[in-house]
């Protein structure tokens, strides 16, 4: 009686851990709808407090709304960051805590804080700040583990993440940092250039990504206001 009872307990219990994973799999789901398949990556990088005094997610470890183009077809209000030490897009389900590294060979492209990221073979994802047929503006993240940081005579690990500008005109790349750097590969724009950004008060040392996006788009109109003229005197 007794091994008719075990037996019985062992087969119920057989049925019920597929049953609720199962239970749970479409509760999900239920609750990603059409969104379930750009969650079926690998369970994200995480980072111990207790080992890294901060984290390599760009701007923020907090997910924000974003958008994703995945396999051609768009997502929007996705929860997103970016880890730019694994290069990874992370995201997380809806009721879920557990967050997801998004294949980026089916990733097309993503935008978080209005900034488009696009995959590259190299670099994880490349920031695409200006695009247009006249120029072009990336910026590259390189992530690395850096010095400790000691904290209460308790030594954490830090990273510390570069930035690379590039501009891009006719098919050849250019290193920009600053105004300076900028402003040289536009010499017949170079007065009104300078100008902007005095009046404008960029800063290429604190705000450089803003400072330096802001300058590519109105050198792109001032590019689009000569060849207006051109064409009205032709």
Same mark, same amino acid.
């Given at each position: 009686?007794?091994h008719?009872?075990?037996?019985?307990?062992?087969?119920?219990?057989?049925?019920?851990?597929?049953?609720?994973?199962?239970?749970?799999?479409?509760?999900?789901?239920?609750?990603?709808?059409?969104?379930?398949?750009?969650?079926?990556?690998?369970?994200?990088?995480?980072?111990?407090?207790?080992?890294?005094?901060n984290? @390599?997610?760009?701007?923020?470890?907090?997910?924000?709304?974003?958008?994703?183009?995945?396999?051609?077809?768009?997502?929007?209000? $996705?929860?997103?960051?970016y880890?730019?030490?694994?290069?990874?897009?992370?995201?997380?389900? @809806?009721?879920?805590?557990?967050?997801?590294?998004?294949?980026?060979?089916?990733?097309?492209?993503?935008?978080?804080?209005?900034?488009?990221? $696009?995959?590259?073979?190299?670099?994880?994802?490349?920031l695409?700040?200006?695009?247009?047929?006249?120029?072009?503006?990336?910026?590259? #993240?390189k992530?690395?583990?850096?010095?400790?940081?000691?904290?209460?005579?308790?030594?954490?690990?830090?990273?510390?993440?570069?930035?690379?500008?590039?501009?891009?005109?006719d098919?050849?790349?250019?290193? $920009?940092?600053?105004?300076?750097?900028?402003?040289?590969?536009?010499?017949?724009?170079?007065?009104? #250039?300078?100008?902007?950004?005095?009046?404008?008060?960029?800063?290429?040392?604190?705000?450089?990504?803003?400072?330096?996006?802001?300058?590519?788009?109105?050198?792109?109109?001032?590019?689009?206001?000569?060849?207006?003229? #051109?064409?009205?005197?032709?």
């Open positions: 009686m007794k008719r009872f075990l037996y019985l307990v062992i087969v119920l219990f057989s049925f019920s851990v597929p049953c609720k994973a199962q239970q749970a799999f479409e509760e999900f789901r239920a609750d990603a709808g059409d969104y379930s398949i750009i969650y079926s990556g690998q369970v994200a990088k995480t980072y111990s407090k207790h080992k890294y005094a984290t @390599p997610h760009w701007e923020t470890e907090e997910y924000r709304i974003g958008t994703l183009s995945f396999e051609g077809r768009i997502y929007n209000d $996705v929860l997103l960051r880890d730019a030490f694994r290069k990874d897009l992370n995201i997380i389900p @809806p009721h879920n805590k557990i967050s997801v590294a998004v294949d980026s060979r089916k990733v097309d492209y993503f935008i978080l804080n209005e900034v488009r990221f $696009v995959p590259d073979d190299k670099e994880g994802y490349i695409v700040l200006h695009d247009s047929p006249f120029l072009k503006l990336t910026l590259q #993240l992530c690395s583990e850096g010095p400790y940081d000691v904290k209460d005579n308790v030594s954490f690990l830090t990273f510390k993440t570069q930035e690379q500008y590039s501009l891009t005109i098919g050849i790349s250019y290193d $920009v940092k600053k105004r300076k750097s900028f402003v040289k590969h536009f010499p017949a724009y170079k007065k009104q #250039l300078k100008k902007y950004a005095e009046e404008n008060h960029l800063n290429f040392s604190k705000n450089r990504r803003e400072s330096l996006t802001a300058l590519a788009r109105y050198a792109e109109t001032l590019i689009n206001s000569y060849k207006r003229t #051109l064409a009205r005197n032709s």
